[in-house]
């Protein structure tokens, strides 16, 4: 199974967008093994979000990733309508929508149907994101290919991530309270949230993907 994360920009931020693939431990695949990064980009400034949808159908309709592959979008600010544009897509895979939040604790919201072109609707906290990706690293259970096309500025994005406290008390975590972007380590932490989560139904023959 291949999980994409897709987190959606705005006019000056990119959208970005992570595949990783479920490795598992037995032919059975019953035993998860470990997560790989198998593609990480970036979308260009300016693209449409037409355009976008379109780049997503390009991706999950691949003849490696058809019929074996979920999405995974930020559905925070101005995800909802273009989660409505991809689920009109009928992209042919399940699509979850996480709005993320600062708050303590995730949830669902609400499901149009799972499986193929269901949407799922999601409540994520940052802090749940960016750890769960945190602890994936830190254990080794993610791999991360250096040939990759942007792992460079990946690495940049993980490097510059930090937590702060506003006046207020707020705490907020990421790069770009310092001037940085962190659209790919948000597509890559979306991807990784629903690699680690069940997958519903059987697991299909896994393929690399290179």
């Given at each position: 199974?291949f ?37 990480i980009?970036?979308v ?12 997503v ?49 995730g ?17 994520v ?9 945190e ?7 993610l ?11 990946l ?10 406290t506003?006046?207020?008390?707020k705490?907020?975590i ?37």
């Amino acid at each position: 199974m291949f999980c994409v994360g897709l987190d959606l920009g705005q006019r000056r931020d990119y959208t970005a967008i992570a595949i990783v693939e479920r490795r598992y431990k037995d032919d059975e695949q019953r035993t998860l093994h470990n997560l790989a990064l198998r593609r990480i980009e970036r979308v260009p400034l300016g693209t449409s979000y037409p355009q976008v949808v379109e780049r997503v159908r390009a991706i999950v309709q691949h003849p490696v990733l058809r019929g074996k592959c979920s999405l995974t979008v930020d559905a925070t600010g101005v995800g909802n309508p273009v989660v409505d544009m991809l689920g009109a897509a009928r992209l042919g895979c399940e699509i979850n929508a996480v709005t993320i939040t600062g708050a303590e604790r995730g949830q669902q919201n609400s499901n149009s149907g799972l499986g193929s072109g269901g949407i799922t609707r999601w409540s994520v906290p940052k802090r749940d994101l960016i750890a769960g990706l945190e602890v994936l690293l830190e254990r080794g259970e993610l791999r991360i290919a250096r040939r990759l096309k942007d792992v460079g500025s990946l690495i940049k994005e993980l490097m510059d991530m930090r937590s702060s406290t506003s006046a207020t008390g707020k705490i907020r975590i990421g790069a770009e309270a310092h001037g940085e972007h962190d659209d790919l380590v948000i597509a890559l932490a979306l991807a990784c949230w629903r690699a680690k989560r069940p997958v519903n139904g059987p697991v299909p023959g896994l393929r690399l993907w290179y």
